[in-house]
């Protein structure tokens, strides 16, 4: 595993051209010195949202941080598909779209190999789903607008997980568009939940804030729905990431008590797309406390914390992921690699194409005198080469 690859290496490279230290790229940041001291030295593993904050105050983009692709990396269909999908969005075909009745247990199909991080699949389908939803737009209105967000968000998706930020980002603005054609304000807010994260990752932390903050002002007042109070639990746990992102642990807290009162009220389920629920928010503080530098909590959530039967698979991985950042943080290789391997068995796909999954191979790696033979199987199944 080279160290040129190590988004550590990568910052301190850059930063040391720019002429800045470590006091004067954190503050620039507004991150933590210790957290980015140690990132540098490989011995923490940050978030995307981080990793975008400070790509963002070196002035580069996320993908220069995270160092060149591998080979199988450079001829995914992903970031082609979704580039096809986000040009068809300005130029619908000139086609005859099929019925709602008939798209809408597909878009059913998408949103549920997306939680899956079945992303195969949905590149399969995406391309026709999302022209014949274009063209149904302008035939049924509001319902098929309602389908395209979903579609769109799936893009979104595809987008992140792989790192192609800038694709991310501009399939949020077009699910904005099409949920303002949607006629649910619910929904609305969920995109803009989505969007927060988008630009988050892009190092417009400032934006996502204010989007977030808005955004939950916007539907406070209809929190006596139950459906209103999911987005709300959501929308909460958005900022408390945003805030500790910032290294904010006061607003950090402010909104995950706010988010596990609505959790426990609305229970864990998927509402419009999103899960929610008592479980979701502990795993986003789960992250939030590995980001605050919060270790002995990092590490408590990390080991009480039990996933239910039957729960999404992409959030699986992502628990299995921070617990992994957790130990990581308490300079516990061996017991990461171990969350790794529960990361991989729960979402093949998610592994091998996150980004974040291959900075912490390679911060645990940093960690280890010599890599491991689980390690170094788990690196080469990541695309990881030695």
Not at 162 to 183: E, F
């Amino acid at each position: 595993m080279k160290k040129s690859d190590e988004v550590g290496a990568n910052i301190a490279r850059i930063r040391n051209i720019r002429g800045m230290t470590q006091h004067q790229l954190a503050a620039l940041a507004n991150v933590g010195r210790d957290y980015l001291a140690h990132v540098e030295r490989g011995k923490k593993a940050p978030t995307a949202v981080w990793v975008g904050v400070v790509a963002a105050a070196l002035g580069v983009d996320a993908c220069i941080l995270y160092g060149a692709e591998s080979e199988a990396e450079q001829i995914d269909r992903i970031a082609p598909t979704v580039r096809r999908v986000l040009a068809a969005v300005e130029f619908p075909p000139d086609i005859d779209a099929e019925p709602l009745e008939v798209l809408r247990p597909q878009v059913e199909q998408v949103g549920k190999w997306r939680h899956a991080a079945a992303y195969a699949k949905i590149v399969d389908v995406l391309p026709d789903l999302v022209d014949q939803l274009l063209v149904a737009g302008l035939r049924d209105g509001a319902p098929a607008y309602a389908l395209l967000t979903s579609v769109l968000r799936a893009a979104n998706t595809l987008g992140h997980k792989t790192g192609h930020y800038d694709l991310s980002l501009l399939a949020t603005n077009y699910m904005v568009s099409a949920a303002s054609q949607a006629d649910d304000p619910l929904l609305l807010a969920t995109t803009q939940y989505v969007k927060s994260a988008a630009l988050a990752r892009v190092g417009a932390t400032e934006q996502a804030v204010r989007l977030t903050d808005r955004t939950i002002s916007e539907v406070e007042p209809l929190a006596d729905d139950e459906t209103a109070a999911a987005v709300l639990c959501a929308l909460h746990m958005r900022r408390a990431g945003l805030a500790s992102t910032a290294f904010d642990a006061d607003t950090t807290d402010t909104h995950f008590a706010e988010a596990h009162i609505l959790g426990e009220r609305v229970g864990d389920r998927q509402v419009l797309g999103t899960v929610v629920g008592p479980t979701n928010v502990r795993l986003f503080e789960l992250s939030s406390a590995v980001d605050l530098g919060r270790v002995p909590k990092a590490l408590e959530l990390a080991d009480e914390t039990e996933l239910p039967t039957g729960y999404p698979r992409e959030r699986q991985a992502h628990f299995w992921l921070d617990k992994a950042r957790a130990h990581l943080s308490a300079g516990d290789p061996d017991r990461a690699i171990e969350a790794l391997a529960n990361a991989k068995e729960a979402a093949p796909e998610y592994f091998q194409k996150s980004r974040a999954v291959k900075t912490a191979i390679r911060t645990t790696a940093s960690q280890q005198r010599r890599a491991s033979g689980s390690l170094r199987a788990l690196a080469h199944y990541a695309g990881i080469s030695d």
